[in-house]
């Protein structure tokens, strides 16, 4: 258990990483779509002016609530905006540290599930079997935010596969650091003829 723990730990630190360079270097800029100074003043004195008085949370814009926002929605342009009434410093030292002690909590959970099911698995098993797990969770909660709410594919594609590398990091640190299978000595009956 004290290799799974330590595992964990270290595979949390390098998931932290690998989310870092996706998402805190100008590589992130692949995912988003810029605008000007002048478009985004606008539209943030926009936003802070009818969002505002309402508070932080996600708004579909126009509101599909009412049979007047049900034929906007239709017609076009949406949103989906993921409003903070209050500003934060970019990048933000409290979402990295928060950050990096939840990527620790969820590597420390993939050790203890590792440590259940690979029993006996070499490295390379461990890390296929964490790997074909983050696929599937994150194909369907990413890329399912294009197919069912009709979200920039480009945006969820990047997070996709920035999440399933840093699920692969934590993997393979953890199963590098979990005991290895045992194999069985060859009796003499068994030993290769020289």
């Known amino acids: ?58 708004y579909p814009i126009p509101w599909p609530g009412t ?3 049900t034929q906007m929605y239709g017609q076009g342009p949406v949103a989906m905006v993921l409003f903070n009434a209050h500003g934060f410093a970019l990048p933000d030292t409290a979402a990295l540290i928060s950050g990096l ?9 993939l050790a203890f599930v590792l440590v259940r099911v690979t029993v006996g698995m070499s490295f390379g098993g461990r890390v296929t079997v964490v790997g074909l797990f983050a696929v599937a969770i994150t194909a369907y909660s990413q890329l399912g935010q294009p197919i069912f709410n009709h979200a920039p594919w480009g ?11 840093g699920w692969l990091a934590a993997g393979a640190v953890i199963a590098w650091l979990l005991p290895k299978p045992v194999v069985a000595a060859a009796t003499p009956a068994e030993a290769p003829l020289e």
């Open 101 to 109: 002690i939840l990527g620790i909590v969820c590597a420390l959970l």
């Open 67 to 69: 049979p007047s926002g």
């Open 1 to 58: 258990m004290p290799r799974a723990v330590l595992g964990g730990l270290l595979g949390g630190i390098a998931m932290w990483i690998v989310g870092f360079i996706f998402w805190g270097t100008p590589l992130s800029l692949i995912a988003v779509t810029g605008t000007g100074d002048a478009a985004s003043a606008s539209v943030q004195a926009a936003l802070a002016q009818h969002l505002g008085p309402t508070g932080s949370g996600a």
């Open 155 to 165: 945006y969820f594609v990047y997070l996709w596969i920035s999440e399933v590398a």
